[in-house]
């Protein structure tokens, strides 16, 4: 690996473990409640956040299949009735992948599109602290990543923040403050609303 990959490679673990967390304290009659992806209510979002896990994880490790190669625009995810016991482990085996170097070099698959290593590495961390954003939000939880992780998140979608034809899953970015915390002008990046609520969404 040469040096400039060597600087892109992230450690996913702070992120995956802080979203587990978030999943653990997920409670039955939150399931059902809205979050910030106007198409998922909680349930979907925890079954996102696992199918992402498994892709991610399978990308990782170059085991293309169908794990790799469907889109997950496709359909509403389903949560399995073990899903607070398999996201978590799925999540961990997510970080495990992706600290073998060898996972950020040559080029792999996620979701049917063939990309750099290092590019789909910090796909996965951006997917995994967005979501935990969505999940805490509508859980009422809260939500502090690490800032190596926002960082991560942050060169990911800042250099496409001011192409008009650039998309966050809801829209252009957000406008956020230059002076507004890290967490915030990643999530407006993203598309969302860093206020955004439950209650507002009712």
């Known amino acids: 690996m040469d040096?400039?990959?060597?600087?892109?490679?992230?450690?996913?673990?702070?992120?995956?473990?802080?979203?587990a967390q978030l999943v653990e304290g997920v409670t039955?009659?939150?399931?059902?409640?809205?979050?910030?992806?106007p198409d998922y209510a909680v349930r979907d979002m925890l079954a996102h956040l696992e199918g992402l896990a498994v892709?991610?994880?399978?990308?990782?490790?170059?085991?293309?299949?169908p794990t790799t190669d469907t889109d997950p625009g496709a359909g509403l995810p389903s949560l399995g009735q073990d899903w607070r016991a398999t996201i978590p482990r799925r999540l961990g085996e997510l970080a495990d992948a992706w600290r073998d170097p060898a996972a950020w070099e040559g080029t792999t698959r996620a979701g049917g599109?063939?990309?750099?290593?290092?590019?789909?590495?910090?796909?996965?961390?951006?997917e995994v602290l967005i979501h935990g954003w969505d999940l805490a939000r509508a859980t009422?939880?809260?939500y502090a990543p690490d800032e190596a992780s926002l960082e991560g998140s942050y060169a990911l979608l800042a250099p496409t923040a001011d192409d008009p034809d650039q998309r966050g899953p809801f829209g252009p970015p957000v406008p956020v403050?230059?002076?507004?915390?890290?967490?915030?002008?990643?999530?407006?990046?993203?598309g969302r609303r860093p206020d955004w609520s439950p209650?507002?969404?009712?």
């Open 199 to 202: 209650e507002a969404a009712r």
């Open 55 to 65: 892709a991610f994880r399978d990308a990782g490790r170059k085991a293309f299949g």
């Open 140 to 142: 009422g939880q809260a």
């Open 3 to 19: 040096a400039q990959t060597e600087t892109v490679m992230l450690d996913l673990g702070p992120a995956t473990r802080r979203v």
């Open 177 to 190: 403050p230059d002076d507004a915390p890290l967490l915030d002008r990643v999530i407006g990046l993203s």
């Open 113 to 126: 599109v063939t990309l750099p290593g290092e590019v789909a590495g910090l796909v996965a961390l951006n």
């Open 28 to 37: 039955d009659d939150r399931l059902d409640g809205p979050t910030p992806c």
